[in-house]
T-cell receptor, first 112, second 115 residues
Framework: RKEVEQDPGPFNVPEGATVAFNCTYSNSASQSFFWYRQDCRKEPKLLMSVYSSGNEDGRFTAQLNRASQYISLLIRDSKLSDSATYLCVVERGHSSASKIIFGSGTRLSIRP | EPEVTQTPSHQVTQMGQEVILRCVPISNHLYFYWYRQILGQKVEFLVSFYNNEISEKSEIFDDQFSVERPDGSNFTLKIRSTKLEDSAMYFC?????????????FGPGTRLTVT
């Protein structure tokens, strides 16, 4: 079983739609959680960190459920510029001895 | 806004040759990382580096790989004898790892092509 699993998509939705991505992780020792986005042939860029209490940044909302080892990302009122691959990232361990695990990513395509 | 830089943007090398990929992390960051991404596949962790030593490495990071921080600004990844399967995008990242600042910032990557 992969340590971080995501639905690969692609998700193809109209502009203005709400879209949700899910991610599960297998290692209960995981400490920190992030969503990154990656445009084609570019570097990953941090979208948001994910906290246990859930957090929101404009149109983006992230949730973490430690008991179910599940992370979600919700995008409201999607824009054409949201088209990208969304990467679920999990960090386990502490400080200098941590290891970062990337999910395979979920591709999102927003159509006009 | 400070950013991570990487050189070269594209490196072509022949199998068996040594390559050195260079990175300049964000200046006040303390933790440094290398990742690779084979075309069409996921980003894979290679190694983390802190306080002038490797703190964690993956099974990919075998004896053919080494990292160095030769001065106060550069962070390098060396592949001693490249193989065809080393062809990938290599990303450097850095982070401060302070309260509220755990996120990693990635450089634009070096595309390595081994022929």
């Amino acid at each position: 079983r992969k340590e971080v699993e995501q639905d690969p998509g692609p998700f193809n939705v109209p502009e203005g739609a709400t879209v949700a991505f899910n991610c599960t992780y297998s290692n209960s020792a995981s400490q920190s959680f992030f969503w990154y986005r990656q445009d084609c042939r570019k570097e990953p860029k941090l979208l948001m960190s994910v906290y246990s209490s859930g957090n929101e940044d404009g149109r983006f909302t992230a949730q973490l459920n430690r008991a179910s080892q599940y992370i979600s990302l919700l995008i409201r009122d999607s824009k054409l510029s949201d088209s990208a691959t969304y990467l679920c990232v999990v960090e386990r361990g502490h400080s200098s001895a941590s290891k970062i695990i990337f999910g395979s990513g979920t591709r999102l395509s927003i159509r006009p | 806004e400070p950013e991570v830089t990487q050189t070269p943007s594209h490196q072509v090398t022949q199998m068996g040759q040594e390559v050195i990929l260079r990175c300049v992390p964000i200046s006040n960051h303390l933790y440094f990382y290398w990742y690779r991404q084979i075309l069409g596949q996921k980003v894979e962790f290679l190694v983390s580096f802190y306080n002038n030593e490797i703190s964690e490495k993956s099974e990919i990071f075998d004896d053919q790989f080494s990292v160095e921080r030769p001065d106060g600004s550069n962070f390098t990844l060396k592949i001693r004898s490249t193989k065809l399967e080393d062809s990938a995008m290599y990303f450097c990242a850095s982070t401060l790892r302070d309260v509220g600042a755990y996120e990693q910032y990635f450089g634009p990557g070096t595309r390595l092509t081994v022929t």
